[in-house]
Every structure is written in structure tokens, then in C-alpha cells.
């Protein structure tokens, strides 16, 4: 079936660092890959999307690019602010069986500290 | 709506008491997904409907779990007899029949039993 692997975390950085959480998958076909992010205490909010191989999906300065070859769908963000602080969720979803579903990574706590 | 409406935000019962929660999918979206999130981030998926057709039930606990899309009513998802491991949240989301389009999740309802 299919899954969604990325660290745990916590990643702790200062203000103004570099951000890479990494995301890997398998899935067969063709799936959609996004991040969703949760701030303390809210739901889950889209963040950003790609839909096929070499789609880079941008959004509040982070960025991620589908990479088929390496089944890839890393987050990345130049310099990081105290506000992005949440937990980030890389996911998938997938035509199975002629429907559709939601495979969610395990989650990434980053803690940017001023 | 333009977004996926989700009530009540927060819900405390005793055990063996009945829950019950409401979703109002993006207005044209057909496809609605109920998750579950647990201790430490883990997304576990519930159940799908097309409109109001149960689409995939795989993740259900059936004896105490049940939940409908009716016409032109909110979805609900209804717990009997709740237990102590039913508290989390559970997050409703919806989409366009088409499957790669994105999943938009509500704020998320957080259920607490005691």
C-alpha cells in the first residue's frame, strides 16, 4: 500500500535558518503530493501542492518539487520565522480501487526559537 | 461554503455517553473524508462517502462507529457508547470527484471523554 515517510522531529532552529523536513513515499501510479501544517491548537491547512513529477509547490516562502525519480517531496524554506513554528504533515493521495485517499506522514515538530 | 465547517470545536462526554459531530463539505465538493488524529500526530482514516454513498468504510470501528451524508444535511459522524481511547480529533475533509484535486480539511473537532 501506500505511505509517507519523514522524520519526527522536533527540528529546532533559529530565527533566520535554513529548513529542509524531508519526505519520501511509494505509491503506485501517479499521486498528488502535498503539506499540510498545524499550528497549536488548529486544524490542518493546506500548504502547498504539487500534482505531478517536477511540479515545485510554493506557498509563505516554502517550497517543495516532486521527484519521481527518488520518490521525494522535500519542504524547504530559506529563513525561517518564530510564526512557522507548528507541526508539518507531508501527504499523498492516490486513485485506489477507483477512489480516493489520504496517506499522512507521521508529522514534523519545528520549534523556531528567536 | 468555501471552506469545511465542522461543529462543535470541542465536546467532553462521559464514557459510555454518545457523541455525535457535524461536517459541511466545500460547497460542490462530492467526496467526504472523516480522520481521526491521535497521540503524537498519527492520522488514522475513518470512513469516505461519495455525496451520500459510503464510499470506503476500511477504517471504521463498526460496533460503536457510524456515520451518514444525507442530502442537503450536514455529514455526521456519531460514536455509541464512547470510550476513553475515542478521545482525539477528528477532522472532516472534502474534495472534487476528481482525485488529484486537493483535500481541504475543517478546523477539526476535539472530542474528550472522561
Known amino acids: 500500500g501506500d505511505s509517507v515517510t519523514q522524520m519526527e522531529g522536533p527540528v529546532t532552529l533559529s530565527e533566520e535558518a535554513f529548513l529542509t523536513i524531508n519526505c519520501t513515499y511509494t505509491a503506485t501510479g501517479y499521486p498528488s503530493l502535498f503539506w499540510y501544517v498545524q499550528y497549536p491548537g488548529e486544524g490542518l491547512q493546506l500548504l502547498l501542492k504539487?500534482?505531478?513529477?517536477?511540479d515545485k509547490g510554493s506557498n509563505k516562502g516554502f517550497e517543495a518539487t516532486y521527484r519521481k525519480e527518488t520518490t521525494s517531496f522535500h519542504l524547504e524554506k530559506g529563513s525561517v520565522q518564530v510564526s512557522d513554528s507548528a507541526v508539518y504533515f507531508c501527504?499523498?493521495?492516490?486513485?485506489?480501487?477507483?477512489?480516493?485517499?489520504?496517506?499522512f506522514g507521521i508529522g514534523t515538530k519545528l520549534q523556531v526559537i528567536p | 461554503g468555501e471552506e469545511v465547517a465542522q461543529t462543535p470545536k470541542h465536546l467532553v462526554r462521559g464514557e459510555g455517553q454518545k457523541a455525535k459531530l457535524y461536517c459541511a463539505p466545500i460547497?460542490?465538493?462530492?467526496?467526504v473524508f472523516w480522520y481521526q488524529q491521535v497521540l503524537k500526530n498519527e492520522f488514522k482514516f475513518l470512513i469516505s462517502?461519495?455525496?451520500?454513498?459510503?464510499?470506503?468504510e476500511t477504517g471504521m470501528p463498526k460496533e460503536r462507529f457510524s456515520a451518514k451524508c444525507l442530502p442537503n444535511s450536514p455529514c455526521s459522524l456519531e460514536i455509541q457508547a464512547t470510550k476513553l481511547e475515542d478521545s482525539a480529533v477528528y477532522f472532516c475533509?472534502?474534495?472534487?470527484?476528481?482525485?488529484?484535486?486537493?483535500?481541504?480539511f475543517g478546523e477539526g473537532s476535539w472530542l474528550t471523554v472522561v
Open positions: 501527504a499523498l493521495t492516490h486513485i485506489a480501487g477507483g477512489y480516493q485517499k489520504v496517506t
Open positions: 460547497k460542490g465538493h462530492s467526496y
Open positions: 462517502f461519495q455525496n451520500e454513498n459510503v464510499f470506503d
Open positions: 504539487a500534482t505531478k513529477a517536477d
Open positions: 475533509a472534502s474534495s472534487l470527484r476528481d482525485g488529484r484535486n486537493t483535500i481541504y
